[in-house]
T-cell receptor, first 115, second 116 residues
């Protein structure tokens, strides 16, 4: 149990376009989902916390207009990178937390390459 | 604010031997959770072991065990009988209570290589 999926696993896009990444909890309800960014051989950097039915809480320094997060249901959160630029190229990971749970379950990640 | 520090960027060990990865943390919360995650080349984050701060007994999961020293704010991971499949990046993480409840603060990571 406790499986989290992400789609797509890899995406290549042109500079200036927008890209949407989906994060789904497959076998549990997740009131809270988290979005991380990771550079090669570096740690995970929390970008934002998304709660079902409410606005996401962004970490300091993360542009909320660039990284749009929507958590429309208890099993789905989306991250949209708007007007992507090469510096947005990175590995994006989501995680989900069960209701009243203290453990996060991680998705397999999405590799974004902006040309 | 919570901090997690892993002071060993890279470690290596021979197959079947034992290795210990270090982690120190800081939090003002009295109730918190500590985790070790493994990230193999596939980059899927895998939970290795967890420890609740209120439990004095050190957690163990098969070949993996922790040395939790609450007063020293230290949380090291011992891997016994190392296997080639243990090669990965290992992250120590803290889930503290209070207003940060639910968020994970990660250490910088330790790249572990197991040699045959």
């Amino acid at each position: 149990g406790a499986v989290v999926s992400q789609h797509p696993s890899r995406v290549i896009c042109k500079s200036g376009t927008s890209v949407k990444i989906e994060c789904r909890s497959l076998d549990f309800q997740a009131t809270t989902m988290f979005w991380y960014r990771q550079f090669p051989k570096k740690s995970l950097m929390l970008m934002a916390t998304s709660n079902e039915g409410s606005k996401a809480t962004y970490e300091q320094g993360v542009e909320k207009d660039k990284f749009l997060i929507n958590h429309a249901s208890l099993t789905l959160s989306t991250l949209t990178v708007t007007s992507a630029h090469p510096e947005d190229s990175s590995f994006y990971i989501c995680s989900a937390r069960e209701v009243a749970g203290d453990e996060q379950f991680f998705g397999p990640g999405t590799r974004l390459t902006v040309l | 604010a919570q901090t997690v520090t892993q002071s060993q960027p890279e470690m290596s060990v021979q197959e079947a031997e034992t290795v210990t990865l270090s982690c120190t943390y800081d939090t003002s919360e009295s109730n918190y959770y500590l985790f070790w995650y493994k990230q193999p080349p596939s980059r899927q984050m895998i939970l290795v072991i967890r420890q609740e701060a209120y439990k004095q007994q050190n957690a163990t999961e098969n070949r993996f065990s922790v040395n939790f020293q609450k007063a020293a704010k230290s949380f090291s991971l011992k891997i016994s009988d190392s296997q080639l499949g243990d090669t990965a990046m290992y992250f120590c993480a803290l889930n503290a209570g209070g207003t940060s409840y639910g968020k994970l603060t990660f250490g910088q990571g330790t790249i572990l290589t197991v040699h045959p």
